[in-house]
């Protein structure tokens, strides 16, 4: 799950990127989906405004772009930037409907897509990269899993990620939610019971070369992980592709709704 080698590390200074999310709606669920329907574009804002996202982002979704690798989009077009349905503003206009086809474009070091922000400075004009043995680095996520692909029914939902490789992140596999630890998927078993659309608060801290992870308030793992080129991630990152699920379409996908994000550094 290799990606990203350009990230590089940024002087020590203390960041605040918010996005507020807003009140809970109902979601209704079935075996494979409870993904909320697209919002009607002249009733919602932008995804970016639905959550009020920082300016601190890129996004990298799994449509290709004119080489065919996977298109990403910057501040600031980020902002105001709506691609059904792949990022888009549900019709609850208060959360990101986050989507990859297994059909998707990737990353030259991985074979999964993803609809996914990937931490930038703050104003998004550059990567960044911070230390987990120098200050304490914090995302939260509100998110909910909405959508999984059939065939091998595999989903990461926000994670931490090196110069080389994630380090940790929410995994669901069915019903089971797991937080990983580098290349060990099943590192901490959260929930046998996740149903789809279950909204849930994540939490990751970095400090002292450990990263504790959080679920709805409660410490569920700590991961050691000393690594300097640390960044945040958060959104849909399906872990299927045409080799391991059918059919090899647009139909069949992973998604996440994200409600809000919010990342500190001090």
Request: glycine share 8%; net charge neutral.
């Amino acid at each position: 799950m290799k990606e990203d080698p350009s990230a590089r590390r940024t002087p020590h200074r203390a960041l605040v990127f918010v996005a507020v999310s807003a009140l809970a709606v109902g979601v209704l669920a079935s075996v494979q989906s409870a993904s909320a329907a697209p919002a009607d574009a002249a009733a919602c804002p932008a995804p970016a405004s639905a959550i009020g996202l920082s300016t601190g982002w890129k996004l990298q979704l799994p449509t290709p772009n004119s080489s065919g690798s996977p298109l990403e989009v910057k501040q600031p077009q980020l902002s105001t930037y709506d691609k059904a349905p792949w990022f888009t503003t549900a019709s609850s206009c208060d959360a990101i409907l986050m989507r990859a086809a297994v059909n998707g474009a990737t990353t030259s070091n991985t074979g999964y897509p993803r609809s996914e922000l990937r931490e930038m400075t703050a104003d998004g004009s550059a990567t960044t990269g911070w230390s987990s043995t120098t200050g304490t680095h914090t995302m939260v996520v509100d998110e909910a899993i909405t959508h999984l692909p059939s065939g091998k029914p595999h989903v990461m939902a926000g994670q931490i990620h090196d110069a080389t490789s994630d380090v940790t992140s929410f995994r669901l596999e069915g019903t089971n939610l797991y937080i990983t630890s580098y290349n060990t998927t099943h590192y901490k078993l959260v929930t046998s019971g996740y149903k789809l659309g279950d909204r849930f608060q994540g939490k990751f801290v970095a400090h002292d070369g450990k990263v504790d992870v959080y679920y709805n308030g409660t410490l569920q793992a700590t991961v050691n992980a000393k690594f300097g080129s640390g960044y945040f991630k958060a959104g849909d990152y399906t872990q299927a592709n045409c080799g391991n699920a059918t059919p090899c379409d647009d139909s069949n996908y992973g998604e996440v709704a994200l409600y809000g994000v919010t990342v500190k550094h001090t």
